[in-house]
């Protein structure tokens, strides 16, 4: 996948394109099916399949103290939309210019003489340009003038107990992890949700009591539940996952503030710090909370990782259970 940052440094093999529009933080459901519509197009029309986002999130832009809330972190929403199948990632750097692009010159400039999109596809809500003046409407009278095609895609509902009727969107996912709910935000999104890192080293107190542990800052990334969680840890370079438990708080035994994600590893032998980590949430297992003492924290240690093993093992909660989204999967789902 090419990986473009300015709209005029766009090479000739990625014009021409299908291009998806919008943010895709989480890339739920609703956004697969909004770069799985571009992807049919652009493989029928034989052309590029193209998707431009922004950096930073607007929101970030505009309100700097907003607490994190991104579902995924610029590195791992470069890695899903490759492995979905994307030719070509369009970012453009989100920044007083842009933010001041009207809605006729944004078309004109990036879309036009950027990108030279032959078609367009969008979701419902889509809007852009100064002070979010573009919408649907004006993206499909300036395609009739221009000369580009535009899909509007309708909004997709969830089936699932609970949300059944509501429409996919990263606020649904967002409210199921901050209610330790990690299951069902897989579900909504489609595919397992994790939070990226590098290893940092930490007090070291783990390798203590026998659970050495990597921790990883939650950074720009949402603050789920905190508590004790079962997870799957996939380390940049290899190959497969590795099983294990984690806690995400403040670890009050030890008068600890800031949030931390501790994960403990199955299995695993060697040195992790400074590597590049992804940890799946799969399944909450407990709140955090306070131990007397290292002896009653070792012993409650113990138990979690006994009750993650259980968890880990049942087929719904198997990795392949919810695969990595590809255009191909979307495409055989949705037949046209």
Not at 71 to 98: A, C, H, N, W, Y
Not at 128 to 140: Q, S, V, Y
Not at 223 to 249: M, S
Not at 293 to 316: C, F, M, N, S, Y
Request: proline share 5%.
């Amino acid at each position: 996948m090419r990986l473009i940052r300015h709209a005029d440094e766009i090479p000739a093999a990625a014009r021409g394109c299908v291009v998806a529009l919008g943010n895709f933080d989480g890339f739920h459901r609703g956004h697969q099916a909004v770069i799985g519509e571009a992807g049919r197009l652009a493989r029928a029309m034989g052309v590029p399949l193209a998707v431009m986002v922004t950096e930073p999130h607007p929101v970030r832009f505009f309100a700097p103290d907003t607490p994190p809330f991104r579902l995924t972190p610029f590195r791992e929403r470069v890695q899903i939309l490759e492995d979905f199948g994307v030719d070509s990632l369009l970012v453009l750097p989100f920044d007083k210019d842009l933010a001041g692009m009207s809605a006729q010159d944004f078309v004109q400039d990036i879309l036009i003489k950027g990108l030279g999109a032959l078609h367009v596809v969008v979701g419902y809500d889509y809007r852009f340009g100064k002070k979010r003046g573009g919408d649907t409407a004006l993206l499909g009278w300036m395609g009739e003038m221009e000369g580009f095609g535009l899909t509007v895609m309708e909004p997709v509902t969830v089936g699932l107990e609970g949300f059944a009727g509501e429409i996919y969107s990263s606020t649904l996912v967002r409210n199921a992890l901050k209610a330790g709910e990690a299951r069902r935000a897989a579900a909504l999104l489609g595919h397992w949700w994790s939070i990226n890192g590098r290893v940092a080293k930490g007090d070291q107190r783990g390798r203590t009591i026998g659970f050495p542990t990597a921790n990883v800052e939650l950074g720009d990334s949402l603050e789920p539940k905190l508590g004790v969680y079962a997870v799957r840890v996939i380390v940049e370079g290899e190959d497969g996952f590795y099983q294990g438990v984690a806690n995400i708080g403040r670890r009050p035994t030890f008068d600890k503030r800031d949030v931390l994600l501790e994960v403990h590893l199955f299995d695993f032998s060697g040195d992790l710090y400074d590597r590049h980590v992804r940890v799946e949430l799969v399944a909450f297992l407990r709140e955090e909370r306070k131990f007397s003492g290292l002896d009653a924290l070792k012993a409650q240690i113990l138990e979690d990782a006994r009750t993650a093993r259980t968890v880990l093992a049942e087929p719904e909660n198997a990795r392949s259970h919810l695969g990595v989204p590809t255009l191909a999967r979307y495409l055989a789902e949705h037949p046209a």
